[in-house]
C-alpha cells in the first residue's frame, strides 16, 4: 500500500496547494481547524497503520465518504456565485473520488473493526469540518 498511499499524499498536497492559493487571491484565512485536520490525520494515519492494511483503507473510505459529501455540497454551493473555486473544488472531487473507491476496493465483507472505527472516523471528519464552518453553520450562512 506505500505507493498508493505516497500518490494519495501527493493528490492532498497538490489539494492544499489549490486551496491556499484560492484563499490567498481572495484575501482569506483558513479554516480554524486546519491544524486540527492535520494533527488529526496524522493520528489517524498512525493508529490504523498499527492495526494494518484493512484499518488503513477502512478510515480512508470513511473520511473521503464525508469529505466528497462536503466537496459536492461546496460545489453545488459555488458553482454560479464563484466559477473560480468550483472549478478547483472539481479537480479536487475527482482524487477525493478515486481514493475513496480504490480504498473501498481494498475492503472485502464486513468485519467486526468495520462497525466501529467506520462510524467513529465519519463522525470525527464531520465535526472537523463542522469546525472549520462554525460561524457560517451557526449563522446558517
Given amino acids: 500500500m506505500r505507493a498508493e498511499i505516497e500518490e494519495f499524499i501527493a493528490h492532498e498536497k497538490r489539494h492544499r496547494a489549490l486551496f491556499a492559493a484560492e484563499l490567498e487571491r481572495r484575501a482569506v484565512r483558513r479554516c480554524r481547524s486546519y491544524h486540527l485536520c492535520g494533527f488529526g490525520g496524522w493520528v489517524l494515519g498512525f493508529v490504523t497503520g498499527l492495526i494494518g492494511a484493512r484499518a488503513i483503507a477502512l478510515t480512508t473510505e470513511a473520511v ?3 469529505v466528497l459529501k462536503h466537496l459536492r455540497h461546496q460545489l453545488a454551493t459555488l458553482a454560479n456565485a464563484d466559477p473560480a473555486a ?3 473544488i472539481s479537480q479536487i472531487i475527482q482524487d477525493e473520488q478515486e481514493h475513496h473507491d480504490r480504498s473501498a476496493a481494498r475492503i472485502a465483507g464486513r468485519q467486526l ?6 462510524p467513529t472516523v465519519r463522525a470525527a471528519t464531520e465535526s472537523v469540518i463542522w469546525l472549520g464552518m462554525w460561524p457560517k ?3 446558517g450562512r
Wanted: net charge neutral; no cysteine.
Fill in 64 to 66: 473521503e465518504s464525508v
Fill in 86 to 88: 468550483a472549478s478547483v
Fill in 113 to 118: 473493526v468495520d462497525r466501529l472505527l467506520a
Fill in 137 to 139: 453553520a451557526v449563522r
